[in-house]
């Protein structure tokens, strides 16, 4: 039987097996196992909800592989967080998603290698991690991130390691200093203290050279004592007003009661910043207080800072658990139901 190879190339610049052409069924055998190999490599898995619910919602769903533009990268994801936000946004209880923008990808932040790359400070094959926008996501094989989203992954990291980093280290981040104006000497309560946000936030707040209290449950204590809080309080055991006085900053990560009480340990002058909840304009005037809730934003410049103070080892990252991406239900599970400290994460074949 005569035979011919002809070579299919994809748009990664990878070599399909040749196909053999010949006379008999064969050749129909060998362009079918060449055409999925090429489909293969054209399209990835990806999580994503067509419906707000439970855990049960998320489908893993076969797409198209995104095409980066200018100022944008594809990232191959090796790994990829699990927050709270998720589990918000699959509830449809995150007010910047609705019922319009599904199917979604769910996931804000990742850690990944370059496939394809419009932004002239990378190239394929370098290693980066990144905080998405609310319109793509992250439980996914793969992802465009525009240029102001990702920074290069700190060497002395796993990607499972900086894939937890990005958005809480980042809300942590401008929280305490975009928001809170926090400066070395100056004294801060964090709220929260051995969570994902809450554990970046004591760390990041230590390395500046601030002196750091943080709440927590009494489990905790002896975790948010380890990674640098100078007083560490058990939210259930103690009052914060007998514990601490004359604060330059509280950081708000629980809200509630916790909140309120906090306006008694500020000093005049100081400041109130929540993720969850806009604190009380009255009595924050009243103190002379200045207040904000915000929600965390991509920001390269800030996600590089941090990426070196990781890489000086003066903030660390801690994994409380790793499920495999079509376990994504799972994890977020897990998030929701049990005590965690540090970071869920993702972890993403090829």
């Known amino acids: 039987m005569e035979t011919l190879q002809h070579n299919m190339t994809n748009s990664s610049d990878e070599t399909v097996p040749p196909i053999l052409i010949g006379n008999n069924g064969e050749a129909a055998a060998a362009q079918a196992m060449a055409l999925a190999f090429l489909e293969t490599k054209m399209t990835m898995h990806a999580i994503r909800i067509h419906e707000f619910g439970g855990p049960e919602v998320l489908r893993d769903d076969t797409l198209p592989l995104p095409e980066p533009g200018e100022g944008e990268i594809l990232v191959r994801i090796q790994a990829a967080s699990v927050n709270p936000v998720d589990a918000k946004t699959r509830e449809g209880k995150f007010q910047s998603v609705d019922k319009d923008d599904l199917p979604l990808t769910l996931g804000r932040d990742l850690s990944g290698i370059v496939e394809r790359s419009g932004v002239e400070r990378v190239k394929a094959g370098d290693e980066v991690f990144a905080f998405l926008g609310t319109d793509r996501g992250a439980y996914a094989q793969y992802v465009m991130v525009k240029d102001v989203e990702f920074a290069p992954k700190p060497e002395n990291l796993s990607h499972v390691e900086a894939a937890s980093v990005p958005l809480a280290a980042l809300t942590a981040w401008q929280g305490l200093f975009e928001h809170g104006h926090l400066t070395a000497g100056q004294k801060v309560l964090i709220h929260g203290g051995a969570g994902g946000v809450g554990h970046f936030a004591v760390q990041l707040a230590k390395a500046k050279g601030a002196w750091v ?70 009595k924050a005037r009243a103190r002379d207080l200045r207040t904000a809730h915000f929600m965390a934003q991509p920001n390269a410049r800030h996600l590089g800072e941090i990426g070196q103070l990781l890489l000086s080892g003066q903030v660390r990252p801690f994994i409380y658990a790793t499920f495999p991406l079509e376990d994504a239900g799972l994890a977020e599970s897990a998030l929701e139901q049990e005590h965690v400290q540090g970071k869920v994460v993702l972890t993403v074949a090829a």
Do not use: M, N
């Open 213 to 282: 209290a943080a709440t927590c449950a009494e489990r905790d204590l002896d975790f948010v004592r380890r990674i640098g809080a100078d007083e560490a309080i058990d939210y259930q055991a103690e009052r914060i007003e007998d514990e601490l006085h004359d604060l330059d900053l509280v950081l708000d990560l629980v809200a509630g009661e916790t909140q309120e009480r906090s306006f008694e340990v500020l000093k005049r002058g100081g400041a109130l910043i929540s993720t969850l909840k806009a604190p009380d304009v009255e």
